[in-house]
């Protein structure tokens, strides 16, 4: 497609068109342009049999991720392909179990609510105030939490559903407990080079032989030499623009729009004891008598349906946004301290409301803040510009250097690459996803142009060129005569020693004792290890056959250089009650959690899913 458009965008005709597309992007951005096309889909993320997930959906769960320290902050852009794919899952499943008939109610997610720890007082008695605290220090409404508490109760009861029915026969926890907790008293015997009776060489024929057989093993891959340029946000220095006390001003207002308020409210509900117009007349003595000047506390001990609040002269302290509906949201917000609202209706009841605090500090005591905040705000717009024109730069320039001159940006070389090399220091970027697929792309690779820029999270972008190409090929034997004699002299040891094990295995079944071996003994030794013997070789004599008609179990096993001769002497299977049932409820749960990763599959793979 690439290519297309640069062989036809010759020619006045053309030149219009650029310029035409070019004048977007300077006078309303990219994304205008790009909205043209796409509509409404630049704001979702995925789309799950027709039910759509928003971009701010993802947004907000991975800013979660972060702030609840699941996710650090440099990996979140990472991590975003790993959230959305959860989101897909968790949707997914939930509109299965929806379709299944399946439900949670209102009245159970409330009961759920009072009934958790995280939610509760000291004296066990759930707290309003702990629970808004507690949502608003994770990211979450209210409205929010209980919906997607509910959606996991529906996952949880179709996984219980389907978990009903497994189980584990006391026979079968009985043998894997023998299995896991069994102890063997073995005796073991070290065979090396020495063992063997001549030493091992290898002849040229042979280091031929062995690379004409394992020239897989020789193999040099496709490698490029590229030129490349990194625009980072981090390393742009600040514009020398100075910083007005009018942008200081604006961005402290943005902070107090959005602060956490103090509020007291007194709380007027109609529906039960009494009807919409008789709480609406209600209201208006309330707001009558604010208006004369009585105090505000006392109205709220007289007046308010809310008894916690009422005792309290009507103070609530810190409210979160969601709690009680939009309405009073927005009036809260649009308020000052000391400030008293009319009747707010929201949800069902009157709010008459006051702010007695917002909680931000004072404009000297941030300005420092704020002057970061805007000299962030100068560099992100900074980088969006100088992206535009390294994407447009990129795009019709024959070569890279006259790029990052006119951006001033350092001009990156590497020697011999390919696609899989581990790349550290100065060139580490170029391991970051995406790089190396722009490099051997058709584009760049086969037809010399610049790549795009491949977008490396929020704060990077870079651009690649491909100055040298050599296809893979199979290096010659002079190239690696001394690693082919190296890998073919192993190979004949490790044969050798293994054909030594063998006769000495002969020999032990036979009552014969070998010259030269020296056993080493061990005793109630466990699959958990003991003492100084290596995990290797533990497994390595738990794979022994046990015992038989009088005699130890013979066998061998090779241990990096080495060959390791065991004799199994006695084989302990005795096990306890509590082991047993330890392990009969670890194979349960390991077969529910392998019944619960099919049914997630089936469902995913039967649904409709689309991602942006």
């Given at each position: 497609?690439?290519?297309?458009?640069?062989?036809?965008?010759?020619?006045?005709?053309?030149?219009?068109?650029?310029?035409?597309?070019?004048?977007?992007?300077?006078?309303?951005?990219?994304?205008?342009?790009?909205?043209?096309?796409?509509?409404?889909?630049?704001?979702?993320?995925?789309?799950?049999?027709?039910?759509?997930?928003?971009?701010?959906?993802?947004?907000?769960?991975?800013?979660?991720?972060?702030?609840?320290?699941?996710?650090?902050?440099?990996?979140?852009?990472?991590?975003?392909?790993?959230?959305?794919?959860?989101l897909i899952t968790r949707m997914a499943m939930e509109q299965y179990a929806r379709d299944g008939g399946m439900?949670?109610?209102?009245?159970?997610?409330?009961?759920?609510?009072?009934?958790?720890?995280?939610?509760?007082?000291?004296?066990?008695?759930?707290?309003?105030?702990?629970?808004?605290?507690?949502?608003?220090?994770?990211?979450?409404?209210?409205?929010?939490?209980?919906?997607?508490?509910?959606?996991?109760?529906?996952?949880?009861?179709?996984?219980?559903?389907?978990?009903?029915?497994?189980?584990?026969?006391?026979?079968?926890?009985?043998?894997?407990?023998?299995?896991?907790?069994?102890?063997?008293?073995?005796?073991?015997?070290?065979?090396?080079?020495?063992?063997?009776?001549?030493?091992?060489?290898?002849?040229?024929?042979?280091?031929?032989?062995?690379?004409?057989?394992?020239?897989?093993?020789?193999?040099?891959?496709?490698?490029?030499?590229?030129?490349?340029?990194?625009?980072?946000?981090?390393?742009?220095?600040?514009?020398?623009?100075?910083?007005?006390?009018?942008?200081?001003?604006?961005?402290?207002?943005?902070?107090?729009?959005?602060?956490?308020?103090?509020?007291?409210?007194?709380?007027?509900?109609?529906?039960?004891?009494?009807?919409?117009?008789?709480?609406?007349?209600?209201?208006?003595?309330?707001?009558?008598?604010?208006?004369?000047?009585?105090?505000?506390?006392?109205?709220?001990?007289?007046?308010?349906?809310?008894?916690?609040?009422?005792?309290?002269?009507?103070?609530?302290?810190?409210?979160?946004?969601?709690?009680?509906?939009?309405?009073?949201?927005?009036?809260?917000?649009?308020?000052?301290?000391?400030?008293?609202?009319?009747?707010?209706?929201?949800?069902?009841?009157?709010?008459?409301?006051?702010?007695?605090?917002?909680?931000?500090?004072?404009?000297?005591?941030?300005?420092?803040?704020?002057?970061?905040?805007?000299?962030?705000?100068?560099?992100?717009?900074?980088?969006?510009?100088?992206?535009?024109?390294?994407?447009?730069?990129?795009?019709?320039?024959?070569?890279?250097?006259?790029?990052?001159?006119?951006?001033?940006?350092?001009?990156?070389?590497?020697?011999?690459?390919?696609?899989?090399?581990?790349?550290?220091?100065?060139?580490?970027?170029?391991?970051?996803?995406?790089?190396?697929?722009?490099?051997?792309?058709?584009?760049?690779?086969?037809?010399?142009?610049?790549?795009?820029?491949?977008?490396?999270?929020?704060?990077?972008?870079?651009?690649?060129?491909?100055?040298?190409?050599?296809?893979?090929?199979?290096?010659?034997?002079?190239?690696?005569?001394?690693?082919?004699?190296?890998?073919?002299?192993?190979?004949?040891?490790?044969?050798?020693?293994?054909?030594?094990?063998?006769?000495?295995?002969?020999?032990?079944?036979?009552?014969?004792?070998?010259?030269?071996?020296?056993?080493?003994?061990?005793?109630?030794?466990?699959?958990?290890?003991?003492?100084?013997?290596?995990?290797?070789?533990?497994?390595?004599?738990?794979?022994?056959?046990?015992?038989?008609?009088?005699?130890?179990?013979?066998?061998?096993?090779?241990?990096?250089?080495?060959?390791?001769?065991?004799?199994?002497?006695?084989?302990?299977?005795?096990?306890?009650?509590?082991?047993?049932?330890?392990?009969?409820?670890?194979?349960?749960?390991?077969?529910?959690?392998?019944?619960?990763?099919?049914?997630?599959?089936?469902?995913?793979?039967?649904?409709?899913?689309?991602?942006?």
């Amino acid at each position: 497609m690439l290519q297309k458009i640069r062989d036809r965008a010759q020619g006045w005709i053309a030149r219009i068109i650029v310029a035409l597309i070019a004048l977007t992007f300077t006078l309303f951005g990219a994304e205008s342009l790009l909205s043209y096309f796409n509509g409404s889909q630049r704001d979702e993320a995925a789309s799950v049999n027709g039910e759509k997930i928003s971009r701010q959906t993802l947004d907000i769960e991975v800013q979660r991720a972060v702030r609840s320290g699941r996710v650090p902050p440099e990996q979140q852009s990472e991590a975003r392909r790993a959230i959305l794919d959860s989101l897909i899952t968790r949707m997914a499943m939930e509109q299965y179990a929806r379709d299944g008939g399946m439900s949670f109610s209102d009245q159970q997610v409330d009961q759920l609510l009072v009934n958790r720890q995280e939610f509760q007082d000291s004296n066990g008695h759930f707290s309003a105030e702990l629970f808004q605290r507690r949502l608003a220090s994770a990211g979450y409404s209210a409205e929010e939490f209980r919906r997607q508490l509910q959606e996991d109760m529906l996952t949880q009861q179709l996984q219980n559903g389907l978990i009903s029915g497994t189980f584990v026969l006391p026979s079968e926890a009985r043998r894997l407990a023998e299995l896991r907790y069994q102890k063997r008293d073995f005796r073991y015997a070290m065979l090396d080079e020495d063992s063997l009776e001549q030493p091992v060489s290898v002849s040229d024929e042979d280091v031929k032989a062995w690379y004409d057989a394992h020239q897989q093993d020789y193999q040099r891959p496709e490698e490029v030499r590229l030129e490349y340029v990194v625009l980072d946000r981090r390393q742009l220095a600040d514009d020398d623009q100075p910083i007005d006390e009018q942008q200081l001003r604006q961005r402290y207002e943005q902070h107090r729009s959005t602060a956490p308020r103090e509020v007291s409210d007194i709380v007027v509900t109609f529906g039960d004891e009494r009807t919409r117009a008789e709480a609406q007349e209600r209201v208006n003595d309330i707001e009558a008598r604010l208006q004369k000047g009585e105090d505000f506390a006392a109205l709220a001990k007289q007046y308010s349906d809310d008894p916690s609040s009422a005792d309290q002269g009507g103070r609530m302290g810190t409210v979160s946004e969601g709690i009680f509906g939009q309405p009073f949201d927005e009036t809260v917000a649009s308020m000052s301290p000391g400030e008293v609202s009319q009747g707010v209706e929201s949800d069902g009841v009157f709010h008459v409301i006051r702010v007695d605090n917002i909680d931000i500090q004072s404009f000297d005591d941030m300005r420092e803040e704020l002057s970061r905040e805007v000299r962030q705000g100068q560099r992100d717009e900074r980088f969006q510009q100088l992206s535009q024109q390294l994407s447009d730069e990129s795009f019709s320039a024959d070569d890279l250097e006259g790029v990052a001159e006119r951006l001033n940006l350092p001009l990156q070389r590497t020697d011999w690459v390919s696609r899989d090399d581990q790349f550290e220091g100065d060139d580490a970027v170029l391991g970051e996803a995406g790089i190396m697929d722009a490099a051997f792309s058709e584009d760049v690779l086969k037809n010399g142009y610049n790549s795009e820029p491949v977008e490396l999270g929020q704060d990077r972008r870079v651009v690649v060129r491909v100055t040298e190409h050599r296809p893979a090929a199979t290096l010659a034997l002079d190239d690696v005569r001394d690693q082919a004699r190296h890998s073919a002299l192993e190979e004949k040891r490790r044969r050798l020693l293994a054909e030594q094990a063998e006769q000495t295995l002969a020999a032990l079944e036979r009552g014969e004792t070998p010259a030269g071996l020296e056993w080493h003994q061990v005793s109630g030794v466990t699959r958990d290890g003991q003492g100084e013997l290596s995990s290797e070789l533990i497994d390595a004599a738990f794979g022994m056959p046990y015992p038989h008609d009088g005699q130890p179990g013979y066998g061998h096993a090779g241990a990096g250089r080495q060959q390791v001769i065991f004799a199994i002497d006695h084989v302990d299977t005795d096990v306890s009650d509590e082991q047993i049932s330890s392990l009969s409820d670890g194979l349960w749960n390991a077969q529910a959690g392998q019944m619960i990763g099919v049914m997630t599959d089936a469902i995913r793979n039967h649904a409709d899913i689309s991602t942006n």
